[in-house]
């Protein structure tokens, strides 16, 4: 700790002496027209502006070495230029935008750092703020399904679990703002613990990360990174409403933020509040209510040596259970929580800090998190009550050798207590002490023109220590379990390019991850289930390939991939022929080796001679077979999805109206696991209707839409309420309103 405080010492006391690295430049479009309020932003050093009414900007105070420059304008592709500064140095940099009749690609953070989407050897897929917020529902991981090979496991519009490509839970990484999540996600009845608070968009890796994140990265990553700050020399903010109808719900958000030259920070509150969902053809489920609140702030320094964050997020919610003890207590729907509900608060300080040594970039990130969690029942005090405290440190140090070469080595390591508090009724869990230290190397090299090298290589060490729980020879004992558990992880991946339009993409990965706490030493009721964790469990093992292609042409863009991913010793709960006192089924955690493989494709055709029309459809498929040709659990249908959109720049006063007409097709899913029943397919049709306009010079966006427009009554394969006989949300009329302001 010493140490680091003295770092961002030095850092304050270099960024005294006066620098002299600028960069200023015009951005104008194709036809040389200059471009006023174009976004100019510097991702490593977390500044920016924007340009005059003459298209000019200009930057000061940047550090020597390669820096990376991010040039954006709304209807227009996104372009991002890497320039190398001297000591002293001042340079022009002219930009000429071309107008995005369909999106290229964005600047992504996760992966191997800040680099443009097609750069990196594994895909990763980006959903931004503005398609977060129009996407019409409350739930914000349904949000993500719109993205071929992403799917959620639901327990309603509160609870809902990320899939990937037939992985879930355990075997995918969430991070927020790069930081992994550690909030007891250990099953299907527990939530993600983020909101789009804050967030300026989602991006999603999909197939092994471990190489670069460690343990439980083995299926996918899906990193919630943070809005850019403001400008420098301004300050903005907004406020947002939105209302849904389905479930009576009620989102409001408010935000703040502001940049001098060196001093940048902001602040934003949400709060939701929704009744319980109904099902499609109107009757209500019972007990799925649930209200939020979170809270997201930050603070920073930003100079010619280096760049120090502080952010803090605060997130709490009430989440209703809809189990067959609360079914029965329930008769009406409603708003606030009485029975059978989580109380989760969760608190997460982030200090994110980056050294400029020339062309040696020295990254240090620590976090501290608190977890806590309460299940109340009908009694005054909680069932069960846990807290769960992590702390993660990560250092890296990126070399930019040459042109042609890049290398990264680093450190990450966390430690980890969980807690049960106040001798409550049930202690699923033990206390317990988990510990994980992994050294990593990361090299890329570009030979030729057109084709990107990267590979790497990770060693991972962790220990996981529990108490004694109960006593001894009792059926609710646990015994304590001391097991360590040591791992390589590695990738291989290429990027050709070809004319600039085509893309091919290859990628080899091996990952790992490590049994948690649940799966070794759950043994207890735990939602409607009886479980048993399992002490001789070992660490999964995937190596997986994916092949995939891209194709952007000015009016047609097209994707494709095909992966294969087998596993060692997949950790999965199955049913077992025994029953706990009370005739409860019990689940026990097993292994077994596995196969997932599957594809997906997309289409985007923007008609040369129709300007205001967009088609675009996709595709996804995923089988997941155990050793003995058992099907896998949680694995979903094959979905297509297809959409209309007309929008152009300006009609009637109104900016970038837009009107969206799209459905989604799930196909029968007759491949259950052994203790799933077969599901059939529906088709559901959803509209959405957008623009903006101004108000004095106040900018007002706002959106109607409606999602399954016919009311259709459906189950979806991954609704763990199926079982109880309810089906999925029905139609569901939204409306928000945003409004801008600052100077």
Known sequence: MKRILLLILLGLIYTIIPAQNQISGTITNNQGEPLPGAAVFLPEQNKGTVSNQEGFYILENLPSGKTRIQFSYLGYNTEMRIISMETTSTAELNISLTPAIIQSQEVVVTGIGISSQHDNAVKIDVLNSREIRNAGTPNLMETLTSIPGVDMIAKGQGVAKPVIRGLSMNDILVLNNGVRMENYQYGENHPLGVDANGVDKIEIIKGPASLLYGSDAIGGVINFTKEKPAATGSIRGFVESQVHSNTNGLNNSVGLKGS???????????????????QGGGDF??????????LSTNGGYTGKTGTFRLFYDYFNQDLGMSVPPAIALVSEPGRKNKVWYQDLEHHLLNSRNTLFLGNVKWENNLAWQSALRKLKTTGINPFVEMRLNTFTYESKVHFAHTDKTDYTIG??????TNRNLNNRESQFLPDAEVNNLGILMLAQYAPVEGLKLQGGVRYDFLSTDTDPLGIEGSDDYHAPVSKEFSSFSGSAGATYTIHHKWILRANVARAFRAPNISELTSHGMHGSRYEEGNPDLDPQKALETDLSVHYHGEFMSLDGAVFFNHIDDYIF??????????????????????RLYGGEAGLHVHPRAIPWLHLKGTWSTVTGKQENEDYLPFIPAGKFRYEVRVSKKNMWGIVNPSVKLWALTALDQDQPAPDETATGGYTLVNATLSGGFEVGNLPVEMTFGVNNLFNKQYFDHLSTLKGLGYYNQGRNISASIRVEFGQ
Do not use: C
């Open 260 to 278: 001098s030259e060196h001093l940048l920070g902001g602040i934003s509150v949400n709060h939701k509040t929704h009744e319980d969902y109904q």
């Open 285 to 294: 489920v019972p007990n799925t209510r649930f209200n939020e609140w979170s």
């Open 411 to 416: 450190l990450q390591g966390m430690s980890q």
């Open 573 to 594: 709960l199955s049913p077992t022929s025994e029953v706990a006192a009370d005739g409860t089924p019990v689940f026990q955690f097993r292994q077994t080796n596995a």
